[in-house]
């Protein structure tokens, strides 16, 4: 782990507690102004401004998640068990050209043993194949491997995928 990495994912969560406390206030007023006189335009902002704040949050949860990655494993890529969650980065070597079960295979050889880790951590077992606790983030580092987003959360005495199907299907 480097000062300067950790710097500029401190920076990058600072931003996105910004832009979640501006995105609030925004949306504050967009209800306020709801509340006095309602209608069907501002009904439409009003779920517009739900995903933007939506979408910050992420940022935020994402960016949280990548500082206590970095803290714990002092690397920036891993995964790490807490609170009932389990959050982090894995990065696969990709292939140009690669079926679906190829790319999945991988990813579940990548990924078996560190939330395998993790679910023993949490004294829970694993709901999904591991390939189902991910979202891919657009484009590649800078080794040219995908980066993709592991979440899981307990749910009685399972880790489920933290993943929603929404996104899943985004990547398809």
Known sequence: MTQDEKSQLEAEMEAAKAEVARVREENAHLAED???????RKRAGLK???ATLSSARDRLSTAQAALSVL???GSLH?????????AGT??????????QQERESAIDAALDDPL????????????????????ERPGRDAEGRMVLEVAG???????????????????K
Do not use: C, H, N
């Not at 709801?34 to 069907?40: H, K």
């Not at 894995?90 to 079926?99: C, E, L, Q, Y």
């Not at 959360?153 to 990547?171: F, I, N, Q, Y």
């Open 34 to 40: 709801f509340r006095l006189d309602p209608d069907e």
């Open 48 to 50: 517009q401004a739900a």
């Open 90 to 99: 894995i990065a696969v070597p990709a292939k140009v050209g690669w079926s």
């Open 78 to 86: 891993g995964l790490v068990a807490e609170k009932g969650r389990v």
């Open 116 to 135: 395998s880790e993790a679910a023993m951590e949490l004294g829970v077992v694993l709901a999904a194949s591991p390939v189902k606790y991910t979202k």
């Open 71 to 73: 803290e714990k494993t």
């Open 153 to 171: 959360r307990v749910e009685g005495d399972r880790l489920t995928p933290a993943v929603s199907r929404a996104a899943k299907l985004m990547r």
